[in-house]
């Protein structure tokens, strides 16, 4: 019965580790709260890591922001409300989501008190600074969690 009873149990930790994330990625209780956004959920891709984000404009938006190598390489708003006059534009556009992929892409430099500096000439203040808000949560969650 001894030797029944060690079997089961050598049988159940081999079933349990083969079922682990074999990706090295860092185990995460979503989701975690920033100033204004809020890190709801991380996939990886190959080497990429895919952050999925919810910030607030005027309306909520959700968000995709990647990161490989060590730098921001992707930022895709998924879902918004925005209006299509307005906040709308500047997503659809991508400028910002661009001009913060660039600001960023080397993570080493990263400095949060000097992120706000991204133009938004469209008026809608308020989708402009939560793009900004989305991206401060992801790399300060990427630094906190993922960075070597």
């Known amino acids: 019965m001894k030797k029944l009873l060690m079997i089961f149990t050598l049988s159940m930790f081999l079933v349990l580790a083969a079922c682990g994330n074999g990706d090295d990625v860092a185990h995460v209780e979503y989701p975690v709260e920033y100033f204004n956004a809020n890190v709801t959920g991380s996939t990886t891709d190959g080497?990429?890591?895919?952050?999925?984000?919810?910030?607030?404009?005027?309306y909520p938006?959700?968000?995709?922001?990647?990161?490989?190598?060590?730098?921001?390489?992707?930022?895709?708003?998924?879902?918004?409300?925005?209006?299509?006059?307005?906040?709308?534009v500047i997503i659809d556009r991508g400028d910002i989501q661009s001009a913060l992929i660039d600001k960023w892409d080397d993570l080493d430099s990263f400095d949060v008190a000097g992120y706000s500096d991204v133009d938004?000439?469209?008026?809608?203040?308020?989708?402009?600074?939560?793009?900004?808000?989305?991206?401060?949560?992801?790399?300060?969650?990427y630094l906190e969690y993922y960075a070597d």
């Open 61 to 88: 938006m959700t968000a995709e922001v990647s990161f490989e190598g060590g730098a921001m390489v992707g930022f895709e708003i998924t879902n918004h409300s925005e209006s299509a006059e307005w906040g709308g």
């Open 120 to 141: 938004a000439d469209t008026g809608a203040t308020a989708t402009a600074e939560a793009l900004e808000d989305i991206a401060v949560a992801a790399v300060e969650h």
């Open 47 to 58: 080497e990429t890591l895919i952050l999925t984000i919810d910030g607030e404009g005027f």
